[in-house]
């Protein structure tokens, strides 16, 4: 008896064929079609990132209410209450950072404008006296000027109907975000069973393998989000405590400043460095050369004491490879992308170390 030509497990190979020799044919549609797709579900993947985020910071909330709410009768209240705690803690601590940094930013602002006006009053001066001097009116070209002048008029309107639209659209996404995250933080054990239905449902043989992977991602960026915080908040006390010591300028901004550029892994530093040297040096050169010892000092110190402690257990990424994960992902998404790829690198760099170790393993019995 003949085989038949298409079996049934070849069927499934036939069907990815078709439909990639569709895809092809079709291309411009297809890239058409997957722009509005993407472009409908960014406020869905916000959310759900945020929710990735702020779920880290609400399983701390539960831990400790159910500490200090031990019945059972409180347990119901647990998860609206810590929800409601987590996103308040995330809005104290952004409206504590614009409330230490804005007043020295004006501050410094002033103190600029106070060193230079005179000569700004002397620009203005020489322009004021000089501009119209050798202007002939019988010689200008109105005609032009009213074109340029209209045309100037459309541009603005197109620039700022432009930005109210980009000022919209973000608006929109972030309260879809917003309240997606929340839908997910809510129903977070729910959906946590759906798929694992889904995976026995499907994959049952590959079960233990898929919850693996997902396990050690889940690790690698819950442990390098946490770990970068408390590292960033520590080297942000510490700026502002040895700043206050120093008595250097603006150390309540340089401490939020450190603290908030310091989540960037690398050349957080660097640039929280490059700002404060920059508004120091407008108050005295001699302070700003004494903040850039006392940064790289205490940049040394977190890189070697600090940072290892706190971080380097929850990345267990060799140095030279988080060095390749923020110049790929900077590359490729800027600051984004440089946060993104450091745990993206680590879980990867595990999954590859131990495959490895289990084939040694393996081929030495």
Request: proline fraction near 4%; include cysteine; charged fraction near 10%.
């Amino acid at each position: 008896m003949k085989k038949p030509i298409f079996e049934r497990q070849h069927l499934p190979l036939f069907v990815t064929l078709f439909g990639l020799y569709l895809a092809i044919s079709y291309w411009p549609s297809v890239a058409k079609f997957i722009g509005h797709v993407s472009h409908a579900t960014i406020p869905l993947l916000v959310g759900a990132v945020l929710a990735y985020i702020i779920n880290i910071l609400l399983n701390q909330w539960e831990h400790l209410y159910e500490k200090c709410f031990p019945s059972n009768q409180s347990q119901g209240l647990k998860r609206g209450i810590c929800i409601a705690l987590s996103y308040i803690s995330i809005v104290v601590i952004l409206g504590l950072v614009l409330w230490l940094v804005i007043p020295e930013v004006v501050a410094c602002v002033k103190l600029l404008l106070a060193h230079h006006s005179r000569l700004i009053q002397r620009a203005v001066k020489y322009l004021s006296s000089h501009s119209f001097k050798y202007i002939d009116p019988n010689k200008i070209n109105w005609s032009a000027i009213v074109k340029q002048a209209s045309a100037g008029v459309g541009g603005t309107y197109q620039v700022v109907k432009h930005a109210a639209s980009r000022i919209i659209t973000f608006g929109t996404t972030s309260i879809i975000a917003i309240f997606f995250s929340v839908y997910l933080l809510v129903f977070k054990e729910m959906l946590r069973r759906q798929f694992n239905k889904l995976v026995d449902l499907w994959v049952p043989k590959a079960k233990g393998q898929i919850m693996y992977i997902i396990n050690v991602f889940d690790s690698s960026f819950s442990g390098y989000i946490s770990g970068q915080c408390k590292d960033a908040a520590i080297l942000g006390i510490c700026c502002f405590i040895g700043m206050t010591i120093l008595r250097l300028p603006y150390a309540y901004m340089m401490g939020a400043v450190t603290t908030v550029t310091a989540l960037i892994p690398i050349i957080g530093a660097i640039l929280g460095a490059s700002v404060g040297i920059i508004i120091i040096f407008a108050v005295s050169p001699v302070k700003a050369l004494i903040f850039l010892i006392f940064i790289i000092v205490l940049q040394q110190l977190d890189n070697r004491i600090t940072y290892p402690i706190v971080v380097g257990k929850s990345i267990d990424l060799p140095s030279v490879w988080v060095f390749v994960a923020v110049m790929v992902g900077g590359g490729v998404s800027g600051i984004l992308g440089m946060m993104f790829t450091v745990p993206l690198f680590s879980a990867l760099y595990r999954i590859i170390r131990d495959r490895a170790a289990l084939r040694a393993s393996s081929s030495d019995k």
